[in-house]
């Protein structure tokens, strides 16, 4: 954190040496992107604390089926800090050919990259406007163009099964 800070005021030396003036604006976002990156990794670091949520070399479902540990796999998530990856551990049910990730029921995150608070971001704004004039909101809020583009695949994220009007 001290190097994006140093960074920062070193900047801003600089500039106001070179040219008297301050970019009010230019260091908000410098500084929101910065403690956004600090949050990221703090969050990455918080959902992997677990070591995996590895719960034994096997588990049963809620059903009563036995799994058993395959690998530990990784998941890219995005959250409303950024892109994070999450290590889970991954079971597999012979009998029935199905497998699963507790961690992901846990966190949910099932079925989906993106987390509970990129989710309602999107909902919030999908509301108010047409999903494609909502992404220049969520670049606004969010400070990064990385959020899906509007589609049936954003529909089905946000758990809308009807076409788009």
């Given at each position: 954190?001290?190097?994006?800070?140093?960074?920062?005021?070193?900047?801003y030396t600089?500039?106001?040496?070179?040219?008297?003036?301050?970019?009010?604006?230019?260091?908000?976002m410098?500084?929101r992107?910065?403690?956004?990156?600090?949050?990221?990794?703090?969050l990455?670091?918080?959902?992997?604390?677990?070591s995996g949520?590895?719960?034994?070399?096997?588990?049963l479902?809620?059903k009563g089926?036995?799994?058993?540990f395959?690998?530990?796999?990784?998941?890219?998530?995005l959250?409303?800090?950024?892109?994070v990856?999450?290590?889970?551990?991954?079971?597999?049910?012979?009998?029935?050919?199905?497998?699963?990730?507790p961690?992901?029921?846990?966190?949910?995150?099932e079925?989906?990259?993106?987390?509970?608070?990129?989710?309602?971001?999107?909902?919030?704004?999908?509301a108010?406007?047409?999903?494609?004039?909502?992404?220049?909101?969520?670049?606004?809020?969010?400070?990064?163009?990385?959020?899906p583009p509007?589609?049936?695949?954003?529909?089905?994220?946000?758990?809308?099964?009807?076409?788009?009007?």
């Amino acid at each position: 954190m001290q190097k994006e800070v140093d960074g920062i005021i070193g900047r801003y030396t600089v500039e106001r040496s070179k040219s008297g003036n301050f970019d009010l604006e230019s260091f908000e976002m410098s500084i929101r992107s910065s403690l956004h990156g600090i949050g990221c990794r703090m969050l990455e670091m918080l959902v992997n604390a677990d070591s995996g949520s590895y719960c034994g070399a096997t588990i049963l479902s809620d059903k009563g089926h036995q799994y058993e540990f395959i690998e530990f796999r990784d998941k890219k998530l995005l959250t409303v800090l950024g892109p994070v990856t999450v290590k889970r551990a991954y079971y597999y049910d012979r009998e029935h050919r199905t497998g699963y990730c507790p961690k992901d029921r846990f966190l949910d995150i099932e079925g989906t990259s993106y987390s509970s608070g990129v989710r309602r971001m999107m909902s919030r704004v999908g509301a108010y406007r047409p999903f494609g004039l909502g992404h220049a909101d969520l670049y606004d809020v969010k400070g990064q163009v990385n959020f899906p583009p509007p589609g049936p695949a954003l529909f089905s994220t946000l758990g809308f099964s009807g076409e788009r009007n």
